[in-house]
């Protein structure tokens, strides 16, 4: 019995990325192997886990233990008995652990990012490390007079949103080891770095954290984080002034220049023209520049087209919406932080329903917290549901797979009938993959459901889909670009 969990175990780990096997598959446990009945038994440590596993995994799963005793097995998922005895609130120790083991799991792959970057450029950095910092404005040397009449007011980083407390997983791992490199090496790693993605997925988080960081190592830097916003309105006031001398020196001998939002710029020719100003100063000066955005540079209306090649002359890293393991990572670390057992299987319930972003997670763990509170009850899925009936309800109404295969279809100039048809010219079949990853990502529908909509399709072909599409969209950057339009244009 032992003998086959362990290689199935084994090959399960080689087949799905590692924050899956961690988060699924390493918690599970064979309570019995009966060769003769032809039947096994894996315990799921909560429901969730258990009715997730059966729905994704049961069938290859299956197809190992019959390749194993070589003859057909049937999987039959129970709780784990030591968990059924249990109340229905769960502790916050095993919660901790597994948030832990998918944080070790983030991270470890984060620093094999970080540790390839470090080994590609170790020695261009380490020969430009010490020029720099001495040729730079990172002499930290405090800044003189900023506070002056008609000078800009300078911006204060906010020291809790640190790297120490960023949730790491595959939509956001690139992007933070980027980050680091950028702390650890400022303007010798990616100069400018554009991090872009919808609201709420950790953009403002990482830019502070990167100032952070900084602010720590050298005491005295000179850095600014603004919203452009801000920005256009110092423009304005300088103008107002008739202080753009001071304006130019304050912002032309920064170190660190964290500007968020970019597209706030569109349209403000006069506000882009002394941004390209103080950029080539500042890169000249070998200061650090970093910018958000939620749209891609080269799809940001109303930008200087000189602007726009300053934004790609760097590194530009996408920061996706957080997959369901981070999700409920988010989730349990947020409700430690504010000091509540939250148990796992609340925490799954939320994060498979609520997908978008960070924000609105914590905003419905905020609401569950206070409607728990209000009633004086314990935080239990039932609970959940009650707290957060109108958000589920408007989540729910959202996003179809018929609504995905329509605007997929539409996209790449191909028919809706194309979606279910046999059919295998490369076009419609790329097409159809895009349509089936976005519906495993976007909705909650299980690969077999999934597949039964896309002409009665096997499972595995739709995993086959999802799995290829993924790989594709982390290395292409076209692709991935074609994918957020995408999925911007379905969550409206």
């Given at each position: 019995?032992?003998?086959?969990?362990?290689?199935?175990?084994?090959?399960?780990?080689?087949?799905?990325?590692?924050q899956?096997?961690?988060?699924w598959?390493?918690?599970?446990?064979?309570?019995?192997f009966?060769?003769?009945?032809?039947?096994?038994?894996?315990a799921?440590?909560?429901?969730?886990?258990?009715?997730w596993?059966?729905?994704q995994?049961?069938?290859?799963?299956?197809?190992?233990?019959?390749?194993?005793?070589c003859?057909?097995?049937?999987?039959?998922?129970?709780?784990?008995?030591?968990?059924?005895?249990?109340a229905?609130?769960?502790?916050?120790?095993?919660?901790?652990?597994?948030?832990?083991?998918q944080?070790?799991?983030?991270?470890?792959?984060?620093?094999?990012?970080?540790?390839l970057?470090?080994?590609?450029?170790?020695?261009?950095?380490?020969?430009?490390?010490?020029?720099?910092?001495?040729?730079s404005?990172?002499?930290?040397?405090?800044?003189?007079?900023?506070?002056?009449?008609g000078?800009?007011?300078?911006?204060?980083?906010?020291?809790?949103?640190?790297?120490?407390n960023?949730?790491?997983?595959?939509?956001?791992?690139?992007?933070?080891?980027?980050?680091?490199?950028?702390?650890?090496?400022?303007?010798?790693s990616?100069?400018?770095?554009?991090?872009?993605g919808?609201?709420?997925?950790?953009?403002?988080h990482?830019?502070?954290?990167?100032?952070?960081?900084?602010?720590?190592q050298?005491?005295?830097?000179?850095?600014r984080?603004?919203?452009?916003?801000q920005?256009v309105?110092?423009?304005v006031?300088?103008?107002q002034?008739?202080?753009?001398?001071?304006?130019?020196?304050?912002?032309?001998?920064?170190?660190?220049?964290?500007?968020?939002?970019?597209?706030?710029?569109s349209?403000?020719?006069?506000?882009?023209?002394?941004f390209f100003?103080?950029?080539?100063?500042l890169?000249?000066?070998?200061?650090?520049?970093?910018?958000?955005?939620?749209?891609?540079?080269?799809?940001?209306?109303?930008i200087?087209?000189?602007?726009?090649?300053?934004?790609?002359?760097?590194l530009?890293?996408a920061?996706?919406?957080?997959?369901?393991?981070?999700?409920?990572?988010?989730?349990?670390?947020?409700?430690?932080?504010?000091?509540?057992?939250?148990?796992?299987?609340?925490a799954?319930?939320?994060?498979?329903?609520?997908?978008s972003?960070?924000?609105?997670?914590?905003?419905?763990?905020?609401?569950?917290?206070?409607?728990?509170?209000?009633?004086?009850?314990?935080?239990?899925?039932?609970?959940?549901?009650?707290?957060?009936?109108?958000?589920?309800?408007?989540?729910?109404?959202q996003?179809?797979?018929?609504?995905?295969?329509?605007?997929?279809?539409d996209?790449?100039g191909?028919?809706?009938?194309?979606?279910?048809?046999?059919?295998?010219?490369?076009?419609?079949?790329r097409?159809r993959?895009?349509?089936?990853?976005?519906a495993?990502?976007?909705?909650?529908?299980?690969?077999p459901?999934?597949?039964?909509l896309?002409?009665?399709?096997?499972?595995t072909?739709?995993l086959?889909?999802?799995?290829?599409?993924?790989?594709?969209?982390?290395?292409?950057?076209?692709l991935?670009r074609?994918?957020?339009?995408?999925e911007?244009?379905?969550?409206?």
């Amino acid at each position: 019995m032992n003998d086959f969990w362990q290689q199935c175990s084994t090959l399960l780990e080689q087949e799905l990325p590692s924050q899956q096997y961690q988060t699924w598959i390493k918690p599970l446990s064979l309570l019995e192997f009966d060769i003769e009945a032809s039947t096994l038994h894996i315990a799921a440590p909560n429901r969730f886990k258990l009715d997730w596993v059966k729905s994704q995994f049961s069938s290859r799963i299956a197809d190992l233990a019959r390749d194993f005793c070589c003859k057909p097995m049937v999987v039959h998922f129970v709780l784990d008995p030591k968990v059924a005895r249990r109340a229905n609130g769960a502790t916050m120790a095993g919660s901790v652990d597994s948030a832990s083991v998918q944080l070790a799991a983030a991270a470890d792959l984060t620093a094999q990012i970080t540790s390839l970057n470090s080994t590609t450029s170790e020695t261009s950095i380490g020969q430009q490390k010490n020029s720099a910092a001495a040729g730079s404005g990172w002499s930290g040397s405090p800044l003189t007079n900023h506070e002056s009449s008609g000078a800009p007011e300078r911006s204060k980083l906010n020291p809790v949103l640190t790297f120490e407390n960023f949730v790491t997983g595959k939509a956001n791992q690139l992007a933070r080891a980027a980050a680091i490199q950028v702390a650890d090496n400022p303007a010798v790693s990616y100069n400018p770095l554009f991090l872009y993605g919808g609201v709420g997925l950790g953009k403002t988080h990482l830019i502070h954290a990167i100032g952070n960081q900084l602010r720590q190592q050298k005491v005295g830097a000179r850095i600014r984080y603004i919203h452009a916003e801000q920005y256009v309105s110092d423009v304005v006031k300088a103008y107002q002034r008739k202080a753009f001398d001071e304006f130019k020196r304050y912002y032309h001998s920064l170190d660190l220049l964290l500007i968020d939002d970019i597209q706030f710029f569109s349209g403000k020719s006069r506000t882009q023209e002394e941004f390209f100003y103080a950029f080539e100063a500042l890169v000249a000066n070998k200061a650090q520049v970093i910018i958000t955005s939620d749209t891609y540079p080269k799809e940001i209306s109303g930008i200087d087209d000189r602007l726009i090649s300053r934004f790609d002359s760097g590194l530009t890293v996408a920061v996706e919406p957080p997959e369901l393991e981070m999700r409920v990572a988010i989730l349990l670390r947020k409700a430690h932080s504010e000091g509540v057992d939250l148990s796992e299987d609340v925490a799954f319930f939320v994060a498979k329903h609520l997908r978008s972003n960070v924000r609105e997670l914590e905003g419905a763990l905020r609401k569950i917290l206070a409607y728990a509170k209000f009633h004086g009850r314990e935080i239990t899925i039932e609970l959940t549901k009650e707290a957060l009936k109108d958000l589920l309800t408007v989540q729910n109404r959202q996003i179809s797979v018929d609504n995905i295969q329509k605007t997929v279809a539409d996209r790449y100039g191909i028919k809706i009938a194309d979606m279910y048809s046999k059919k295998r010219p490369a076009d419609i079949a790329r097409a159809r993959q895009i349509a089936m990853y976005l519906a495993k990502e976007l909705t909650q529908k299980s690969l077999p459901e999934i597949g039964e909509l896309f002409g009665g399709r096997d499972h595995t072909t739709v995993l086959h889909a999802v799995r290829k599409i993924a790989d594709v969209r982390s290395k292409d950057a076209l692709l991935n670009r074609e994918l957020h339009v995408l999925e911007q244009t379905l969550k409206g």
